[in-house]
């Protein structure tokens, strides 16, 4: 079963704009992830925050993770058409197994 | 790209047949993971193996299973094959057991008719 839910599904901006980016989760966790996959094809991981941390950035990518309310959101600043892909958040949980659980995603589109 | 090979690229079985899957781990992983990702939705864990041992399951039947050999390299293979099987098989290494980033194959894109 899924770990959370994403928002939106879909998402469709203009190149240059901001594309933001939810995430929640339903159990306490080490860690969450978030990937990109282009096409249906493998995903590429991008950035990882702990538990421990509030926000994170990488170039043009800012995650903030708040436990609290078991969220998260990825910001792309900037944005360019190559960043057309669907983006997924993992959680790795604090206990037990240490597979991702995945979100279902979002589709983004940036039109140029 | 991520070092991780996964063959064959595409494959379609009819219902009732197995199939065999297979996965080069990056150099250095000792760590090999698969997912099942169904049309529109995210992966979800099928097992991991760590140094030839099975070491964590999801919510998948035996029909699901799978080796790691001494190379670390790894196969899934899935028996009597049904309809909502069909889906894009993803393996994904690391090094250890940790909690780090997976490093993602293509994928093999199974279709059973």
Redesign the interface.
Known sequence: SQQGEEDPQALSIQEGENATMNCSYKTSINNLQWYRQNSGRGLVHLILIRSNEREKHSGRLRVTLDTSKKSSSLLITASRAADTASYFCATVMDTGRRALTFGSGTRLQVQP | E?G?TQSPTHLIKTRGQQVTLRCSSQSGHNTV?W?Q?A?G?????IF?YYREEEN?R??FPPRFSGLQFPNYSSELNVNALELDDSA?Y?C?SRSG???????????T?LTVT
Request: aromatic letters at 14%; a neutral charge; proline letters at 7%.
């Open positions: 991520t991780v993971s997912y990702q049309l939705q995210g992966p979800q864990f991991q964590g999801g919510n894009l993803l994904a057991q940790g909690l780090s980033e997976q490093y993602f194959g293509p994928g894109r």
